[in-house]
């Protein structure tokens, strides 16, 4: 498919990406020892954390991910998102309390510090790699999937440009430029939320589509009396024409003067209202 890239969303893209890697090269200066880089030397506020902590859990791979459980598993795919959450928790008390008390940063480094053994950090550093890697597939597909009509440039230009960002916001700044870059994510995320609400309540709440001063036709059904003669059950109405085509079979009926197709249902012996671009001959 083409994509007729936008002016201002390609303004607008390239915006926030410079100055998300100007956060990442302003951080990356005063990121000079572990500590900074690895826990952002323990000076990032609270609120600051927190928003950026809801940017992270509102991801491209929870929207994908959680929708795709929830469509495929039913109620049991929402729990699983229930239970990521809860999950969070007892991560951030069994397994970064007890990290930071040892003054480590890294799941390998605390086993190391308590075992010595390659082997454990072997294995940690590949599982670690292992789930990293089904966590940034959704990523990377939203990011492609996102950046492709943005821009214009084809998906997987998306997903290599994309990643690549990421990988230098990372590599230069570890955790300070990540959570600030959450931050800013989880900010719009929220900002723009509370607008989209206020608009749709604005509104007001329908399932009618509103398309201005255009009313909105609802497509109706009408009863069969009778399956061989296609006889409706409002005698009021005349079917005027019949199309048997390949697979469906048609029919016109003129209501107040206009016309109007309809294709008829065997099973449930119904004619649906249908809307029609292709001019039928008349029978």
Known sequence: MNYQPFPWAIAIFLFFVSFVLFISYYFAKRAKTAKSYFSAGGNVHWAVNGIAFAGDYLSAASFLGICGMISIAGYDGFLYSIGY???WIVALFVVAE???RL???TFADALD???NSKGIQLFAGISTLVVSMFYLIPQMVGAGTLVEPLLGIPYWAGVLMVGTIVIFIVATAGMTSTTYVQF???G???IFSVVLTVLILKH????TPQNGDTPYHEFQELKLTDNDTLELDDSSLTISNVWELEKLTLVR???GGEETIWQYSEEENILKETLFITSLSDC
């Open 85 to 87: 959450l809860a999950g």
């Open 98 to 100: 007890p990290m930071k």
């Open 103 to 105: 003054g480590k940063y």
């Open 113 to 115: 510090s308590k075992f």
């Open 184 to 186: 800013l994510k989880g």
């Open 188 to 190: 719009l995320l929220i």
């Open 204 to 207: 007001g709440i329908s399932t």
């Open 253 to 255: 009926i003129y209501i």
